[in-house]
């Protein structure tokens, strides 16, 4: 299948175009808990890697995140420089703690039955030439292919023209967990124009993380002495809380150690206003180098997690004089993957149409102009915005007679800004060597540029007097940091194992088993119950009650009374952490990773009701539901043979739990 990958700083998204449409593929939602359970999140897989004492090897995804001692975030932001990442007693580089995420998600994948063998894989549209060669370098030596590197606006794009169908100038403003990024492309005829892009690489969801860490410690009389794991609490509770202020007006959080504290969105928006206003400058900045005023844009997507906070949209609205396209349109959390999948599918002829990108950057050398001790002038080959692929020649000679090698300085920068502006960085310094001693009127030879679709660079030289190559390569020795070659990457990962996910645990235990004494050998009879179901007091719904979770675990718990050495499994809907009281939220969380209630992952069919008759029809268990299962009557006739259902009935202070023939489906 045709696959996108939007490798993120906090979140990677997996997208695949099924023949007919992208379908975002929720590789980790049964490891989600409740508390994280927000639109679109099902469908994430955490950019993180994590150590826990009780497992071995290494945690990836949402296991990392929510169930390790200690996590490493943010490597995507370390590939700029291929920075060293400590894990355990060890530092490996950024690159190889990279690929252990793309072989957690490519395992992820097989596991769920589906591959992901290549891909095209999405990029900041300000990465430098280092960080899109180390993203796809990590990608390879966890066996994914890159069909090539798309610039996460562009694909933002892509998703979203692929549903309109329509020609225009759009506005991407990409603000996800690390960086901030502004691009204004121009659709015409399926082709795509990425007209300019401006964006800051160190301001994200992981600096308004900080902002609101330090409103809430300063709500404190006393801070608290945090261990490692008062640490990693607050900081879920942190990125939570950030995530529930999007929508709802004020938040109490849980300080370990402390009193809980409430804050406020406007206490927030406050505290983040000089981060918003920076955010903004991209766009400022593209509009103005372009010459055109915000009324010539088209449409505005708001993609990344960040982007979605309230000040931060209406700001950018404000600035535009305009609405924001609809979440629901394009959405902020799968639009890049979805787009990547959609290029995808282009490449690989399964979708009519053309994709077409530009450079982001200017590619060229450096000279002094005012001789050896004059200042130092970028010279640019290859224009910013040229279409790629881009090729260019120049012709070299040394200076001196009978030189053996010339050393070339290769950048990609700004023309209009100083050398040593930090937005400009020098990709690497060619060594080009003679074979031999050669006289200076024969030495001169040709060099070659080419800046591939995904961004990277090529080169190749010849000597003019003879047509010998002296230098034919793709640029992977940086000036900031080289990249371990695959077979280096490969054997971190060995040292870098992953752990298995724990998918095939044992059944779970029924509350009333938790801290009971040992019982004797089961009887061999199983009931499944539909908890979902059981916690409502069905007559009262159209009322407006909610479905209870003291409810559900007494029903449970007098089932087993019942039947003491009976297996007994609970499952409840997605959706059920937010239909309960939120009194009743961490007794439902803590019931969940005890094991004591199975929360079916969001996405799956026919939700808990598909997966009780699932596991009943498997193992020949009792269902306890008053549910009918219409729908699923033909799948499983089963349902309608005696014995196999029971209802609950609660009166006069007793659970009765009664044999019951669902009603049978009415054929049209």
């Known amino acids: 299948m045709a696959t996108g990958i939007d490798f993120g700083t906090t979140n990677s998204v997996i997208a695949q175009w099924n023949g ?14 409740a508390d994280w359970f927000y639109p679109s999140f099902e469908k994430l897989f955490p950019s993180v890697v994590g150590q826990s004492s009780l497992r071995q090897g290494l945690l990836y995804g949402w296991e990392a995140k929510l169930r390790s001692q200690r996590t490493i975030e943010a490597c995507k932001r370390m590939l700029k420089s291929d920075g060293a990442i400590e894990v355990g007693s060890r530092r490996f580089p950024a690159t190889s703690v990279a690929s252990g995420v793309f072989a957690a998600i490519r395992e992820r994948a097989d596991a769920v039955f589906t591959e992901i063998d290549n891909a095209v894989i999405t990029v900041p549209a300000n990465a430098k030439g280092g960080a899109r060669y180390r993203t796809r370098a990590a990608a390879n030596a966890a066996g994914i292919q890159v069909k090539a590197l798309l610039n996460e606006p562009t694909a933002a794009a892509l998703a979203y023209m692929h549903h309109i169908q329509e020609d225009g100038t759009i506005m991407v403003f990409d603000w996800g967990g690390g960086t901030i990024d502004v691009t204004i492309l121009e659709h015409v005829d399926g082709f795509f124009h990425e007209k300019i892009s401006h964006g800051i690489t160190q301001l994200g969801g992981i600096e308004i993380d900080k902002r609101l860490r330090n409103l809430i410690l300063g709500k ?6 945090f261990g490692s794991a008062e640490k990693k609490t607050l900081d879920l509770a942190i990125e939570r809380t950030k995530i529930r202020l999007s929508t709802e007006e004020s938040v109490h959080v849980d ?11 406007p206490e927030l928006e406050e505290a ?4 918003v206003e920076a955010a903004l400058q991209p766009a400022r900045r593209c ?3 372009l010459g055109i005023k915000p009324k010539e844009v088209d449409d505005i997507l708001m993609i990344g997690g960040t982007s979605q906070i309230p000040c931060v949209r209406r700001a950018v609205e404000r600035l535009m004089d305009d609405e924001t396209v609809n979440p629901e349109l394009c959405d902020p959390m799968t639009a890049v993957a979805e787009g990547a999948a959609v290029a995808a599918a282009l490449f690989d002829r399964e979708i009519e149409g053309t994709l077409k990108v530009t450079s982001m950057y200017a590619l060229g050398t450096t000279h002094r102009p005012g001789g050896r001790n004059g200042p130092e002038v970028f010279s640019p080959l290859i224009k910013a915005g040229s279409p790629l692929p881009a090729i260019r020649t120049k012709s070299y000679t040394p200076n001196a007679d009978t030189a053996r090698q010339l050393s070339i300085p290769v950048w990609e920068a700004d023309p209009e800004k100083p050398l040593d502006d930090p937005e400009n960085f020098q990709l690497t310094t060619l060594e080009v060597k003679y074979p031999r001693p050669t ?15 995904e961004g990277l660079l090529q080169v190749k030289a010849t000597l003019v007097e003879t047509g010998e190559i002296l230098l034919d390569e793709e640029i992977q020795d940086f000036t900031h940091g080289g990249c371990p070659s695959t077979d280096e990457i490969r054997a971190h990962l060995r040292e870098l194992p992953l752990t298995p996910p724990l998918r095939n645990a044992p059944r779970p235990a029924a509350p009333s088993e938790v801290d009971a004494p040992e019982k004797g050998p089961t009887t061999g009879r199983s009931f499944v119950v539909d908890g979902s179901n059981i916690a409502w007091l069905s007559k009262f719904r159209d009322r407006g009650e909610k479905p209870s979770l003291v409810r559900l675990t007494d029903a449970v718990r007098a089932l087993a009374a019942e039947h003491p050495h009976a297996s007994i499994t609970v499952f409840v809907d997605p959706a059920f952490r937010h239909q309960i009281d939120p009194s009743e939220h961490m007794a439902l969380v803590e019931a969940i990773s005890k094991g004591q209630i199975v929360q079916v992952p969001a996405g799956t069919h026919g939700k808990a ?3 009780v008759v699932e596991l009943a029809g498997r193992t020949n268990a009792t269902v306890v539901t008053n549910d009918n299962y219409a729908e699923l009557q033909d799948d499983h006739p089963w349902l309608l043979e005696e014995g196999r259902v029971l209802g609950a009935q609660y009166a006069g202070g007793i659970w009765m739990f009664l044999p019951r023939t669902p009603v049978r489906r009415r054929r049209i």
């Open 20 to 33: 007919d449409e992208v379908e975002p593929l929720p590789l980790d939602s049964d490891h989600l808990d």
């Open 255 to 265: 300080i370990p150690g402390g009193l809980p504290v409430e804050v406020t969105r």
């Open 439 to 453: 006289p200076r009127k024969e030495a001169e030879f040709e060099l070659e540029y080419t800046y591939t679709e």
């Open 287 to 289: 509009l103005n180098e």
């Open 609 to 611: 009701d598909r997966s």
């Open 220 to 225: 404190l009389k006393r801070i608290p002495d």
């Open 272 to 275: 983040i206003s000089d981060l």
